[in-house]
């Protein structure tokens, strides 16, 4: 199966030639009517919609592509669509659509995303929705027919399965060097970390490297080192007193500033508003 047929959703050549041709960034696509979208891309009322929900849904913190897809994939369009729905049955819904049970985190996501929906200006991300999921399904459960078989038998979270390869081996072979790179950023964030540093760690060349991870990951190797750098920021303020200096050397920032754009691209919050708004000390609950 190729990467294509796994998502077919994505964004193609062509329509990224006319994006930038009308000045249109991919994630600002869901700021244009679907209709304009239709008009200004010559393409179907089907395809601009799932364009326009390709970025909406990605403009949620900490929602990616593949989540967003299967939105689409369970037949939601945009936010409005979801706006008096409810994590839980949309949780129960999707697995039963995929005939399989699936990462608790999923379903922090779909809460995530009926929050959003209802409360657009939120800077929470899925994992604030953890203490809400839990409460909820140790008060009432699973329904009898969720299916038994988990989510990671499953081709479409396989990561080793959407690496471009002619042999299932090769696949798994290459698969293993990519966590070899993963184990090293989880372990040292704090520390500068180069591509050709990570294409060294994995045995692999640079080229074939960034080519593998964006496969599996949908994320090049730096833009995956920041996201896990930034969400572990985001405990260090939630969680601990250290000052924002401390966090960002702690977490591998090149500088101050440098921390705190990427922090509000991620998260549409500074890092003091963060702490303030989540942190031990905030007076607010979690969620």
């Known amino acids: 199966m190729t ?12 329509e990224v030639k006319k994006l930038r041709a009308l000045k249109i960034k991919k994630s600002e696509m869901h700021l244009h009517k ?13 395809r601009a919609m799932e364009l326009f929900a390709l970025s909406e849904f990605q403009s949620i ?17 945009s936010l409005r669509d979801l706006k008096r729905k409810d994590g839980a049955k949309l949780t129960d819904q999707y697995e ?29 991300n899925w994992w604030n929705f953890t203490p809400e999921r839990k409460a909820y399904r140790e008060k009432f459960g699973y329904p009898s027919t969720r299916p038994k078989k988990p ?24 698969h293993k060097k990519l966590k070899i790179a993963l184990a090293y950023m989880n372990k040292h964030l704090e520390e500068k970390i180069s591509v050709a540093q990570l294409a060294k760690i994995a045995h ?9 991870f964006r496969s599996a990951y ?7 080192l920041t996201r896990l750098r930034l969400k572990q920021a985001s405990l260090l303020l939630k969680k601990s007193d250290a000052s924002v200096g401390n966090i960002v050397s702690r977490c ?9 754009r990427l922090f509000k691209k991620e998260f549409s919050i500074t890092p003091i508003a963060y702490r303030k708004e989540f942190g031990k000390n905030s007076a607010k609950p979690g969620l």
Request: charged fraction near 20%; hydrophobic fraction near 35%.
């Open 218 to 224: 949908e994320l090049t190797p730096l833009q995956y």
């Open 61 to 77: 913190p900490s929602i990616g592509i593949r989540f967003a897809h299967d939105l689409i994939g369970m037949g939601y369009y």
């Open 34 to 46: 679907v209709t304009v979208l239709q008009k200004l891309l010559d393409t179907s009322k089907i």
């Open 3 to 14: 990467k294509e047929e796994l998502n077919p959703l994505d964004i193609t050549p062509a």
């Open 252 to 260: 591998g920032f090149e500088n101050e500033s440098s921390f705190i």
């Open 96 to 124: 039963s659509q995929k005939g399989v049970w699936v990462d608790p985190c999923v379903e922090d996501q779909f809460r995530l995303v009926v929050h959003f929906a209802n409360h657009p200006n939120s800077k929470l």
């Open 151 to 174: 989510w990671f038998e499953s081709a479409q979270y396989q990561t080793s399965k959407q690496i471009p390869a002619a042999h299932e081996a090769t696949q798994e072979d290459l």
């Open 204 to 212: 692999l060349s640079q080229y074939h490297f960034i080519r593998c």
